[in-house]
């Protein structure tokens, strides 16, 4: 596909308060059909990068289009286009998945109908269908994983924004979850993931940029970065280019 499903132009955003600026004149973009990962050192700007991209931070210079879309001019039907599963669970605890289902896909525009043959299919393929009715303040932390990944995909995105989508699972689980996301991205969904399971990055994205200090510092398949900076996978990559000293203060 050579479509463009993200666009990014001079992109400039500061935190009030701040008066270092977290972007300046930032340019990105990414193809639709795309499994792209967004990496860079704790405070390098991914998740505010991220949350740009989604309309729920307020950028002040440069633009941001999804499938063509501005997203500061045209926010509710920019909406229907993309997915969020961002790294803090964001659901109803007193709800099953069911009733979340149920509510976020009527959010989102759905017919009864179609949210409850979509909730089916993804409780059946993320192996929830037993616990559909059950409250999800009971649920392993995996289990939680899986209905935040149900909810930002109940209304079928072009583009799916997953903000460490595996974060405290098990093995199991993570496996599970990046293999139901490969099948999105085969069905025709682009991915945009940031991570700090490098391994697991390695095995889903085949696009990827590193970000530090707000700027992007390299962005290729990751083939070619491997290749160009004489490394054998992208944990080494990553230091190359990002340092070997602490960056989590």
Known sequence: MSNVAVRINNLGFTYPRQ????FSNLNLEVK???RFGLFGPNGAGKTTLMNCMTGLLQFEEGSIQLLGHEIAHHKRSVNKLFGFVPQDLSYYQELSPAENLAFFGAWSGLHK???KNKTAELLEVLGLADVRNKKVEEFSGGMKRRVNLAIGVIHNPRILFLDEPTVGVDVHTRHAIINYLKHLNEN???LIYTSHQLSEAEDLCNKV??????????????????IDHKEDGLEGLFIN?????YRDS
Not at 19 to 22: K, L, P, Q
């Open 209 to 226: 940029a590193l970000i530090d200090d707000g700027k992007i510092i390299a962005h290729d398949t990751l083939n070619q970065l491997l």
């Open 188 to 190: 025709g969904t682009t």
């Open 19 to 22: 008066s270092v600026s977290c």
């Open 32 to 34: 639709e059909g795309e």
């Open 241 to 245: 280019l990002t340092g070997k000293s």
């Open 113 to 115: 109908t179609e949210i």
